[in-house]
């Protein structure tokens, strides 16, 4: 959509663009009351004030239907799609990564509670297996924060995708 469109949208045509970036209400109607917006410049600085940071509640509302990492989203819908683009790096015929990401996910999820979140778009299986690795060892606290910055950073990144100058 251009950001013209965007703007002169109904309230909720615009939260129904918005939604795929990041299913978070408040995130979602912050950016379509905030209209109208000048430039993309203006939409994604607002779009990461209004993320930062999403609160507790608000990333498990994003991570209830979020896919593993590894495992391709299925379905049609425009989010699904995405999720499959971002995760173009990880290349499921790797026999040998796909095992160590399942066993990641599987630590991750007994340790945090939550499926593993990361901004996988231009990352390498390698790179993304090192970071949740790493992650297994932050405390609660510390992991909380990383996971509402990973989901800020997808959810700017699938906004500069989903509307255009």
Not at 15 to 24: G, H, K, M, S
Not at 129 to 152: H, I, Y
């Amino acid at each position: 959509m251009k950001l013209e469109e965007f703007n002169e949208a109904g309230r909720s045509e615009a939260i129904a663009t918005l939604r795929p970036c990041v299913d978070v209400t408040r995130w979602c109607e912050h950016l379509a009351d905030r209209r109208p917006y000048g430039s993309i410049d203006e939409l994604v600085s607002e779009a990461g004030a209004a993320a930062s940071p999403f609160t507790a509640d608000e990333v498990e509302q994003a991570l209830s239907h979020h896919p593993r990492i590894g495992e391709r989203a299925r379905g049609a819908s425009t989010e699904a799609a995405l999720s499959r683009s971002e995760q173009a790096g990880v290349d499921p015929a790797d026999a040998e990564i796909a095992r160590a990401l399942a066993e990641g996910n599987a630590a991750y999820e007994q340790r945090f509670g939550r499926v593993f979140l990361i901004r996988a778009a231009g990352r390498s299986a390698g790179e993304i297996l090192e970071a949740l690795t790493a992650r297994l060892g932050n405390d609660d606290a510390t992991e909380e924060r990383v996971v509402a910055e990973q989901l800020r950073e997808i959810a700017v990144l699938r906004l500069k995708g989903a509307i255009a100058a």
